[in-house]
């Protein structure tokens, strides 16, 4: 083979594996999936989220709530997406997982683990997901629909300080970590990408995660794409009725993400829920750290 048809024959398997690297960059993100192979999608556009009333071994109150604000809105502001979170302050349940008895209270939640007898997976995970997602096809909860979920966050191993403190004095950032697991509730699982948010590890003073990665803003964009909008349902249910507790509450809405709740959709959805035991949680270890700081 002469030189020139090696040099034309290199040329193209670099432009081959160019391409092929710049498609993988460009779709790397990682839906999460069910057991039985179903990707797991929220059956709404607009998904509220609960501050469990217990407070951080480290941070206030009041900058836990500005950091899980601040990462609510940095995925809501990727300019492709409806995704719409309403923040509905700080609840006294203490509930992770789906319960599907009558009666029984189900919010999405962010709240602290602090003692080690409660933390009950790997030490070295940070923070928890639990997602809770239908497992079978019926006719109004589509298979991998989620329905709760809820972020653990691992004070009995780990150390946490603000977005606020100073770079010296930072640990495990909480707005990083707030950031990546809600990528996990709304969805995600980890790409094979380190610069992404949705990278399966953190060290202490790590920051980047703040702040979404293109390949981040694709996955939420796919999720919950422009011109999806879907109602915005919120608080909890009443498991035998299927009624919001609360009925007619409305979020300020802001670019008219959020609407009331209607109840009569929630009455077939629970009541089927009820009726056949396919609700499945996913419950991942996310974000683990390299190493163990407190050990
Ligand atoms: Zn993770």
């Not at 090696?6 to 081959?16: A, T, V």
């Not at 589509?142 to 640990?171: K, L, M």
């Not at 796919?222 to 009925?247: A, H, K, M, W």
Request: net charge negative.
């Amino acid at each position: 083979m002469s030189g020139s048809k090696k040099k034309i024959i290199r040329s193209l398997w670099i432009l081959m594996i160019c391409a092929m690297v710049s498609f993988s960059a460009a779709f790397a993100f990682v839906r999460s999936y069910t057991s039985t192979g179903a990707p797991t999608s929220w059956f709404t556009q607009c998904i509220p989220i609960w501050l469990y009333n217990q407070e951080s071994l480290t941070i206030t109150q009041v900058a836990v709530e500005d950091d899980l604000q601040r990462a609510l809105a940095e995925w809501e502001g990727v300019s492709c997406t409806d995704l719409s979170f309403a923040y509905q302050g700080v609840t006294t349940l203490d509930l992770i997982g789906f319960d599907p008895s009558e009666g029984a209270l189900n919010q999405n939640t962010v709240s602290f683990v602090q003692e080690r007898s409660n933390w009950l997976t790997d030490p070295l995970a940070v923070a928890l997901t639990t997602v809770t997602s239908c497992q079978n096809e019926t006719e109004v909860c589509a298979e991998g629909a989620t329905i709760d979920a809820d972020i653990e966050i691992n004070e009995a191993y780990y150390v946490f300080t603000a977005s606020e403190a100073e770079p010296q004095e930072r640990r495990m950032d909480l707005l990083s970590i707030l950031t990546h697991e809600f990528g996990h509730l709304i969805g995600l699982d980890h790409p094979p990408l380190p610069e992404a948010t949705m990278y399966m590890s953190s060290v202490e003073g790590e920051i980047k995660k703040r702040d979404l990665a293109p390949d981040d803003e694709q996955g939420v964009c796919e999720l919950f794409p422009l011109g999806d909008r879907r109602q915005c349902l919120l608080d909890s249910y009443n498991i035998q009725t299927g009624l919001p507790v609360v009925e007619e509450q409305v979020v300020s809405s802001d670019e008219g993400g959020c609407a009331h709740a209607q109840p009569r959709g929630i009455a077939i959805l629970f009541y089927l829920l009820l009726s056949s035991s396919f609700i499945r949680a996913l419950r991942n270890k996310y974000v683990q750290s390299e190493r163990d700081y407190l050990s």
